[in-house]
């Protein structure tokens, strides 16, 4: 079975996008795997982090699982994002995000059993 090694999200501005992250998830960074042109997300299962770049191509989409999607999209808007009505679906409750450089994102929270 394939599965998912390592991903980065894109993003223009390496120090925004640790602010907002790290306020809204509580993440962390390792510093000794970053440098002015890439964050590492601390601890992270599987690892990942953020790449800067010219242009944001932004062509997948992400949906982070989290236990209050409400909160959260209440917390995105503080943040300086934006954020759409969450809604539900046989799969969970769901909201498409987008951070303070305009990436997006879903916060997604499953069903009971899915």
Not at 1 to 23: N, S
Request: glycine share 8%; proline share 5%; aromatic share 14%.
């Amino acid at each position: 079975m394939i599965q998912l090694g390592y991903f980065t999200i894109d993003t223009q501005d390496i120090d925004k996008a640790r602010a907002f992250y790290g306020a809204l998830f509580g993440w962390r960074f390792d510093e000794a795997q970053s440098h002015t042109a890439y964050a590492h997300v601390a601890d992270s299962q599987p690892p990942f982090g953020f790449v800067k770049v010219e242009r944001p191509k932004n062509n997948e989409h992400l949906y982070f699982r989290v236990d209050d999607v409400d909160a959260l999209c209440e917390r995105v808007v503080e943040l300086g994002g934006k954020a759409a009505v969450p809604s539900d679906s046989r799969s969970g409750r769901t909201a498409v995000v987008e951070d303070d450089q305009g990436v997006s994102f879903s916060l997604w929270r499953p069903a009971p059993g899915f």
